[in-house]
Nanobody, 116 residues
Framework: QVRLKESGGGLVQAGESLRLSCEAS????????LGWYREAPGKERELVAT??????VNYGDSVKGRFTISRANAYTVYLQMNSLEPEDTAVYYC???????????WGPGTQVTVSS
């Protein structure tokens, strides 16, 4: 069982920055993904960025060049969001998955709102 908790969301203006944090707890072992997804009203949940414990990162197309994911250790991941746009407004969810299983763990989410 892996538990996730996000922090760092809030209300900002377009062009500003935010940094999200996610802390995982539980037994984490083997190759895995720790990262971020987001869900905007009326839209499907989409990939923002993930980082493996081996250092590989992957970004969604809409955030490439603006967002940076960094994994401090097995249990902590950050998302630096620069040049925020109103279209980035969503609930951001921390996510964890072992590579060998489709089972995905989710945090409760943190709201990010970008005003124009």
């Amino acid at each position: 069982q892996v538990r996730l908790k996000e922090s760092g969301g809030g209300l900002v203006q377009a062009g500003e920055s935010l940094r999200l944090s996610c802390e995982a707890s539980g037994s984490i072992f083997e190759e895995n993904f720790l990262g971020w997804y987001r869900e905007a009203p009326g839209k499907e949940r989409e990939l923002v960025a993930t980082a493996t414990n081996g250092g590989q990162v992957n970004y969604g197309d809409s955030v490439k060049g603006r967002f940076t994911i960094s994994r401090a250790n097995a249990y902590t991941v950050y998302l630096q969001m620069n040049s925020l746009e109103p279209e980035d407004t969503a609930v951001y969810y921390c996510s964890f998955r072992y590579m060998v299983t489709p089972l995905q763990y989710w945090g409760p989410g943190t709201q990010v709102t970008v005003s124009s």
